[in-house]
């Protein structure tokens, strides 16, 4: 448990109120629970159930209407339907089977268990994938208080249920079945789920409306640098129509010209090339994740051994605008300059590096930020499943559009200002949404373990006439 989460902790016993008595549970990390709670051993609790894939070589196994859940379909602790489907012939001939509404559903195998257990009730018959477990308890309540119990201790139960040593995150069945924990008398185990429900929710809704805030405010930056860089500051400056379609009306005086007669553009080094034999230098190397919408992300720099005669080919100069040839459809053309903070540092094949003359580095990465700039890569790239792609060729046909040097300059501090508002009220709004989560777990770990006595809690009136 966090710090953080503790320190909260605290604070909820002081305002609830713990229970009269308490005993030692015998378990260290778990400490003392109320003295009438008992410890219940998991696989006495719930029967557990894996799931399968139907092979993908009969269609008649796949387009039905039965949801077959696998992690990626675990985005909230309700589950009614799933990406893929699968047939009646599928669970009668294959290895996943039905299993009803009502159980605890958990990703047990997956890379998201570095960080997170994903676990959810089904509200209508499922199926699941090999990476899912179903746990069905004896009464729903049950289940929906391990569901509490696994996300309120989620961090301590990483570290007791994962298997170690493995090349892929996974749940070791045996400590999981093994496992004890506090089960308190069924009339407060209601309870607690009715408190939890309550407010859990009043929280969640507090997070999705920072949520909301934040997706207002991106809106909102994205207008305003892309009415700055194609408009001016100036409402009043005659405009005249500037040869690309998507672009518009630009100001009479300014200019629109294609990339490759600003700038030249540098690929970088490719991946997974064969050094056996030959002399090499580790470097440090920049990849798409490093390269982020306006700046750039130094927390996880890889480094990777080249020969020495290409570190002078793709080495980068402080003032080298970076754009991602591709990735997910967001990352396509996003771009920051890079100031020169490691020395030397080169960059993958998948990040161009591209040398301005003539304007500042910056305006081209205000230009790549702005819509017109986004709408043009996203047209010319190449698509496959969720991911584009971007040549240099293309990046070399951008339109640039440029004002004179003294407005650019204008312009450009206008954007600094207005932009670093805008991103001091999105930290702020992501500073309340990590208070808020530290605070759901909190309470969640605080009922669950018996730290505050919920017995005789009801719902405010006000809330329970809504």
């Known amino acids: 448990m966090s710090e953080a989460v503790a320190t909260s902790q605290q604070g909820l016993v002081e305002k609830y109120q713990p229970y009269p008595e308490y005993d030692d ?10 003295v009438h709670w008992k410890l219940a051993t998991l696989k006495h609790e719930c029967v557990f159930s894996g799931g399968g894939t139907p092979t993908k070589d009969n269609l008649a196994y796949w387009g039905g209407n039965i949801p077959w859940i696998s992690p990626k379909d ?20 294959s290895s996943t089977k039905l299993v009803p509404e009502g159980a605890l559903l958990m990703v047990v195998r997956s890379g998201i268990l570095q960080r997170t257990i994903p676990v959810a009730i089904n509200t209508v018959p ?17 289940a929906c208080f391990f569901l509490y119990y696994i996300q309120g201790l989620e961090s301590q139960l990483l570290l007791e249920w994962c298997k170690q040593g493995a090349t892929v995150e996974s749940i070791e069945h045996e400590l999981l079945a093994n496992a004890r924990y ?24 507090l997070i999705t409306q920072q949520l909301r805030l934040i997706e207002l405010l991106k809106e909102k930056r994205q207008a305003v640098i892309s009415h700055a860089v194609t408009k001016g500051l100036n409402p009043n400056a005659p405009m005249i129509d500037s040869g690309v379609e998507w672009l518009g009306q630009v100001p009479a005086h300014w ?3 294609r990339l490759k ?6 690929s970088g080094i490719p991946k997974g090339k064969d050094l056996s034999g030959k002399d090499t230098i580790t470097v440090p190397m920049l990849r798409v994740a490093n390269v982020q919408d306006g700046y750039l992300n130094l927390d996880n720099v890889h480094e990777i051994e080249i020969e020495p005669h290409e570190l002078v080919r793709y080495s980068l100069r402080a003032g080298d605008v970076l754009m991602n040839e591709g990735g997910d459809n967001d990352k396509l053309g996003r771009g920051a300059v890079w100031p020169g903070q490691i020395i030397p540092c080169i960059h993958q094949n998948h990040v ?9 580095p910056e305006w081209l990465s205000w230009l790549t930020s702005s819509s017109y700039a986004k709408y043009y890569f996203y047209s010319v790239s190449k698509q496959s499943t969720n991911l584009a792609s971007i ?17 650019r300059v204008e312009i450009m501090r206008y954007l600094d200002e207005k932009i670093a508002k805008l991103s001091g009220i999105e930290s702020q709004a992501a500073l309340q949404i990590e208070l808020l989560q530290e605070r759901r777990t909190a309470l969640i770990s605080a009922a669950v373990t018996g730290k505050i006595d919920l017995r005789g809690w009801t719902q405010p009136a006000e809330e329970a006439a809504v």
């Open 255 to 257: 200019v629109v010209r």
């Open 74 to 93: 675990m985005k909230s602790q309700i589950v009614t339907d799933s990406i893929d489907k699968i047939t009646a012939v599928a669970v009668a001939e």
């Open 391 to 407: 040549s240099s060729s293309n990046v070399k046909e951008t339109p640039l559009v440029l004002p004179p040097k003294n407005e």
């Open 261 to 266: 007669h600003t700038a030249e553009i540098h």
């Open 25 to 34: 549970s015998g378990i260290e990390w778990l400490g003392r629970i109320p």
């Open 126 to 142: 499922v199926t699941l994938n090999q990476d899912m477990k179903a746990l069905r308890f004896k009464s729903k309540d049950k």
């Open 182 to 205: 506090p089960l308190p008398p069924n009339d407060e185990l209601k309870a607690i789920n009715q408190f939890l429900d309550y407010e859990t929710a009043r929280i969640d809704r």
């Open 352 to 360: 161009f590096a591209i040398r301005v003359n003539n304007i500042e």
